[in-house]
């Protein structure tokens, strides 16, 4: 934990971040201000940046013995309609009081002068996030299966959620969500690339020619990956949270079933940038044909169109992935100096994967 300012990410003060040339992610007295009001321990601040934010920056803060996490925004300008912390918060109060596991959101702050950007405070959960280390207690090869089992679980319970009623409703309407997702995208490659990738492009048209029926209405993560996945520390494999919702709405379910898929490392299967958990390769782990048949088996859908979803989450990760790579480039992402850089050869091996789960169909017509 850090109690000392770096004076570029984190400053005391906003007179200390004039000279910056980008704005900071924390500003300790705005911060401790907020947690005064909201009654949050008393003294000074101790804080740890935490997780693989890639887009959302989320840290944990110490204050005279409680601990709250932080979840804001990246460095303005921000895209239209993205980060929106405050629906964020909104989304999981609401699907906490359906039994799905969401942490606790302690307090949420709509004013954009304390931070930049709105952000909120959850609680801290006891829990592991599985990445690129098995934990100890849940490395045996049943617990790795059980590990695998549980996450295409609670998919499972987060689908099952009735979205016909009462204020889940109104987080968004399911009718042309598949449609609404195509265009969203292409939009959103448009505003956010320097460069020339045609496979974006023709993709996005085979997509569209070959758009299926959806079989069912859900609330849909957006993101769902192992890496939003917060695991008891011990055995049993067991969920504790379900983390990142800012891209949950109601739509297909097949959608967060074909990133999961798409996303998730195998052995043997290339890697691409959105592979950030590459322990399942180990083997125990579920492959990707045993996650999708074990969701088929406990929600009756047809998986037949499943590639098409595959291609999708791909192409989708590619553009937003790109939109990593341009505000890098721009110098807007200062600490980067991994993920964005990848992503030069990252977005297109994106788009080359996911033109292979499209097939020989996808290829540009001529």
Request: charged residues 20%; contains cysteine.
């Amino acid at each position: 934990m850090h109690t000392v300012p770096d004076g570029i990410e984190v400053v005391a003060s906003w007179d200390r971040a004039r000279h910056l040339e980008s704005p900071p992610l924390l500003v300790v007295d705005a911060v401790t201000a907020f947690l005064d009001a909201q009654g949050l321990g008393r003294g000074p601040l101790a804080w740890q940046r935490i997780g693989d934010g890639h887009s959302n920056v989320t840290y944990l803060i110490a204050r005279g013995g409680e601990s709250v996490v932080l979840r804001r925004g990246p460095r303005p300008p921000l895209p239209k309609s993205t980060h929106d912390m405050v629906r964020e918060a909104r989304v999981q109060k609401l699907l906490g009081g359906h039994g799905v596991p969401v942490p606790e959101i302690v307090a949420v702050c709509e004013d954009e002068s304390l931070l930049g950007v709105p952000f909120y405070l959850m609680g801290r959960l006891d829990g592991t996030v599985v990445t690129d280390t098995i934990p100890a207690r849940l490395s045996s090869v049943e617990q790795r299966r059980a590990t695998s089992e549980a996450a295409v679980d609670a998919l499972v319970s987060l689908h099952r959620i009735d979205v016909t009623r009462g204020e889940l409703a109104l987080l968004g309407s399911p009718d042309g969500y598949l449609r609404r997702q195509i265009e969203r995208f292409r939009g959103l490659w448009e505003v956010n690339t320097t460069r020339s990738l045609p496979a974006v492009e023709w993709i996005a048209e085979w997509l569209a020619r070959n758009l299926p029926t959806s079989q069912a209405a859900s609330v849909v993560h957006g993101d769902y990956r192992m890496g939003n996945l917060m695991f008891a520390p011990q055995a049993p494999a067991r969920i504790l949270a379900i983390l990142d919702w800012e891209m949950a709405t109601l739509g297909d379910p097949l959608a967060d079933l074909g990133y999961f898929t798409a996303t998730y490392s195998e052995a043997s299967v290339m890697s691409t940038p959105l592979e950030l958990t590459p322990v399942t390769r180990a083997p125990g782990y579920l492959t990707r044909h045993q996650l999708a048949e074990r969701y088929r088996s406990r929600t009756g859908l047809d998986l037949t169109p499943l590639p098409w979803y595959q291609t999708l989450a791909l192409w989708k990760a590619a553009i937003f992935c790109e939109a990593i790579y341009t505000r890098w480039r721009r110098g807007e992402r200062p600490d980067d100096t991994a993920f964005g850089p990848s992503l030069e050869a990252g977005v297109p091996r994106l788009l080359d994967v996911a033109a292979q789960y499209a097939g020989p169909t996808a290829a540009p017509r001529r």
